[in-house]
């Protein structure tokens, strides 16, 4: 059975665009991606939590480019999973 017709939405492709959301931070404000695209490119990392071993190990290589994405003008958001 393709995606197409069981109702799920294919993954979006390197290179497409993301439909419009909105992410919570860590307190629960809500900002909408148009908000933060407002201030450039947006990299969005899924970080399932502290006790995820490839979430963390993926933060510090993440942590050893975060200079050249902010010098890059690219604002940053990790998606915390619950």
Known sequence: ???ASSGINPAIQVGETLPEFRLSDAVGNERS???LLAHGPLLITFYRGEWCLFC???LVGFQKIVDEIIHGQMSTRRVLGR
């Open 33 to 35: 991606s148009a908000e």
């Open 1 to 3: 059975m393709s995606s």
């Open 56 to 58: 963390n190990i993926a």
